[in-house]
């Protein structure tokens, strides 16, 4: 079992539903499909958005769909000609009714969740309440949590709610969603387990990078554990000391089970 089915299922017995889903999505289409088609789509949603404005240096695909909480299936029945997705957020939501379920999943999620980008520094904002943005705005993948608003997709829960922007089309098309049928056949679950990136804390490692002290094993131990119990966002944390990442290796699986059953232990 990986990452994301292992978290859905030890969040199952504390009533959590694992909900993933194309949280938005624009496409371009050519002529090909009739009006009547298209503005069906439209209806789906109330925030659903439809214009004339051919892709640049695709010229032939004249109308853009801007489309929320989308159905695969119904986008593809719709859809009769060629076509072009350039924007996607792919989103999983951890449903709950419970207050304390829901403060278990934000503090576990904010003290092991990283992004570390390949090419570019590590990056925190907090705006608007809980929500946090591990990416500036000039990322073409952009990651997003927030706990303080109702799920989208499921009933009207409270939720955690993780979220995967994909802003150009080059990132669309790197991680595989070019046609109407590979949304269809979309591995939400195999998609998350490449994304989460979650990390366990070296207490010897972290002891030895935050006390900058030549002391004794045991002493960097203790003072990695202090070091670690003041830590709410690991990412935060880089953040403001990112040469010690190498004090947090990503998680086991046997790893996760634990933190993840010691943030749950409040509820």
Known sequence: MKTTALIAQQLA???????????????????????????????????????????????????????????????????????AITYIEIAFDLTTDCKATLKAISNFFNR?????????????????GSTNYFSDGSDPECFVTYDDLPSRKGPPDRCFHLENRFTKMAAVKKHGLITL??????????????????RQPN??????????????????IDFGKKEWGAIQSIQKYLLAHPERVTAFPKMTMDALQKYLADALSIC
């Not at 049928?181 to 979650?198: A, E, I, Q, S």
């Not at 207490?203 to 006390?211: P, Q």
């Open 203 to 220: 207490f010897t490692e972290l002891g030895k990078l935050a006390s900058g002290k030549k002391i004794t094993r045991q002493a960097w």
């Open 112 to 128: 092991h969740l990283v992004r570390i980008p390949t090419n570019r520094p590590i990056h925190h904002v907090n705006v608007e």
């Open 181 to 198: 049928d590979d949304l269809v056949k979309f591995d939400f679950y195999r998609h998350w387990d490449g994304v989460l990136d979650l």
């Open 13 to 83: 017995p504390y009533g959590v539903k694992a909900l993933p889903y194309f949280d938005r999505l624009k496409i371009y289409v050519d002529g090909k499909t009739p009006l009547a088609d298209l503005k069906l789509l439209l209806h789906l949603n109330d925030d659903n958005y439809f214009e004339n404005s051919p892709l640049s240096q695709n010229e032939h695909l004249v109308y853009m769909l801007d489309l929320y909480r989308p159905e695969p299936v119904e986008i593809k029945s719709a859809i009769k000609g060629d076509c």
